[in-house]
DNA sequence: CTCCCGTACT
DNA sequence: AGTACAGGAG
């Protein structure tokens, strides 16, 4: 690579930096979890509930959530029944659980404030790489590389001129993405940045049809420049079916169960209703117990967890 | 890599 | 009807 070249990549970033920082400022959706209107343990609440799940969908269960239980201890201290049943339609109701047990471990292990370490939140349960590196940077201001599937796509797609593909984060795009973050010079850029590429890919720079006429960074596009190549091409294999699955059935048990009166059970042969295949009924039954999603009693009734 | 969930898009 | 969505865990 030519010095020349080296410094038009230069330039390019950081005029990109200074566009996305203003297009962020003028455009940003106004959610309740930003601009610091709450706690780190409320960014925490946010990210987790938008794992897979769309923002628009999280904010009023997000706003209910944090108005009845507004810290670590309060949602410790809350019986499983009623933070599953307030989980509500959000799906993915293990997320529910998972986040009580980080709960209860904040509460008990680190007095109710959450760690400020990499390596200590990615040990508390529901929170992987992406969460963890969240939460240090939109709530502490830590300078760190977030990386979700939208900050992916943006990247591979602005410098890169090609599609994110494959499942993981490959070691490549973690290179790109901590290469480009801004260094934390002064208030925050870095966070800004994380931030303001996310915030893009999730309202122009979009997987099917992005509206790059739209975009604040068209003139430094790579995958723009070169025709945007293999625009929309699937980025994972094709996803499994949902009828007939699984997690159909477990979602239809866990339905039934939401919708009984507080502290209520269901005799498993009223349960037999739900699905027709009782063999596969059963199979999710047990499995939704091994996940602490409900309990069985002893004279063979299901119910969501007490305690 | 597979499974986990529910909704809103095209 | 198919697909995408601020992922995490086994």
Not at 103 to 123: K, N, S
Not at 250 to 255: H, S, Y
Request: aromatic share 6%; hydrophobic share 40%; with cysteine.
């Amino acid at each position: 690579m030519s010095a020349n070249s080296a410094n038009t990549d230069a330039q390019q970033l950081k005029r990109t930096r200074i566009k996305l920082a203003a297009w962020w400022e003028a455009n940003a959706r106004d959610l309740p979890w930003r601009f610091g209107r709450t706690s780190p343990w409320g960014v925490l609440v946010s990210e987790v509930m938008s794992q897979q799940t769309q923002m628009s969908r999280v904010v009023p269960y997000w706003t209910d959530w944090m108005a009845r239980w507004p810290d670590a201890q309060a949602l410790a201290d809350a019986p499983k029944a009623d933070v599953i049943t307030a989980w509500g339609r959000l799906g993915y109701p293990r997320r529910a659980l998972r986040l009580q047990e980080c709960a209860r471990v904040v509460t008990e292990q680190y007095h109710d404030e959450l760690p400020h370490t990499y390596e200590e939140l990615i040990g508390l349960p529901g929170i992987g790489d992406y969460t963890a590196s969240a939460v240090l940077s939109f709530a502490f201001g830590k300078r760190i590389a977030v990386i979700d599937t939208n900050i992916r796509r943006v990247l591979s797609r602005v410098f890169l001129g090609v599609e994110s593909l494959g499942g993981a984060a490959s070691p490549a795009e973690r290179a790109l993405a901590n290469r480009v973050l801004p260094e934390q010079s002064g208030a925050g850029e870095s966070v800004t940045w994380n931030q303001s590429v996310m915030e893009l890919g999730a309202v122009v720079c979009t997987a099917k049809s992005p509206l790059c006429e739209a975009c604040p960074v068209a003139d430094d596009c790579m995958f723009l420049k070169l025709g945007r190549p293999g625009l929309g091409q699937r980025r994972t294999r094709p996803r499994q079916r949902f009828q007939g699955t699984d997690r159909q059935v477990r979602g239809l048990v866990l339905a039934a169960l939401r919708e009984l009166p507080a502290g209520a059970s269901l005799p498993r042969k009223d349960a037999g209703k739900l699905w027709n295949d009782q063999v596969q009924l059963a199979s999710c039954i047990a499995s939704l117990d091994d996940d602490g999603l409900i309990e069985i009693t002893e004279d063979d009734m299901l119910r969501l967890p007490q305690g």
